[in-house]
């Protein structure tokens, strides 16, 4: 380094993990969506996914299911995936990006519920969503070229498919696990992430190049 040249300021670990102003606050105001429901159990009723309480015009039950946990140790094990999840594709999702992979993800997960698991009378539970969001972000590695986009996106098919043909994983509670929706979920986050990905795609290879 020579004299008068600016020294460039490491980024501190809150900028790291893209938890730094408004990010920040808005992961914490997603993560307090998360936790504080499980704070009045007697709300779980009046909010998660009743399949007879649907049918009774009770429409607020598709956004409110994925917000309500089966108790709090529930709830803390999304939000800490939500967390994760954020410092791994903060950077690669913008904000609108966000909301419309978990919007998406929220009504692949109540219409495949709805028609394709017609048994299941009730559901609660944000690791729908977050499948959505972890489909996604494999997508936004893969464009970005990261050197972990395929093994993460392989150990993550490989997860659906074990679900999907197995059944919960091994160290998961059979009982309190409803696999179909991580993979409701992620097709959600997949055909959230895939029109933009196609569309740069067909750009790059439009783009006449240039001759020097």
Not at 30 to 40: K, M, T
Not at 166 to 175: A, D, N, R, S
């Amino acid at each position: 380094m020579t004299d008068g040249e600016p020294v460039k300021a490491r980024p501190s670990w809150l900028q790291v993990l893209h938890l730094q102003g408004a990010r920040g606050g808005l992961l914490a105001l997603a993560c307090g969506a998360l936790l504080l429901p499980s704070v009045w159990p007697a709300l779980l009723p009046l909010l998660r996914y009743d399949r007879t309480a649907l049918t009774n015009d009770q429409w607020w039950r598709w956004i409110t299911a994925h917000l309500v946990h089966l108790d709090a140790g529930h709830a803390l094990l999304n939000a800490i995936g939500l967390i994760l999840l954020w410092t791994l594709f903060a950077g690669l999702l913008r904000g609108r990006d966000w909301l419309w992979i978990v919007g998406l993800s929220m009504a692949t997960v109540d219409l495949g519920l709805w028609f394709l698991q017609p048994q299941l009378q009730w559901y609660v539970g944000a690791s729908g969503v977050l499948h959505g969001v972890m489909a996604a972000g494999c997508v936004a590695l893969l464009r970005s070229a990261d050197r972990a986009a395929w093994p993460a996106t392989v150990l993550f098919a490989a997860k659906l498919a074990w679900e999907h043909w197995q059944g919960p994983l091994p160290f998961e509670t059979q009982t309190q696990v409803v696999s179909a929706a991580h993979l409701y979920g992620a097709v959600g986050g997949l055909l959230a992430a895939l029109p933009e990905a196609t569309g740069a795609a067909i750009l790059r290879r439009c783009k006449p190049e240039v001759s020097h």
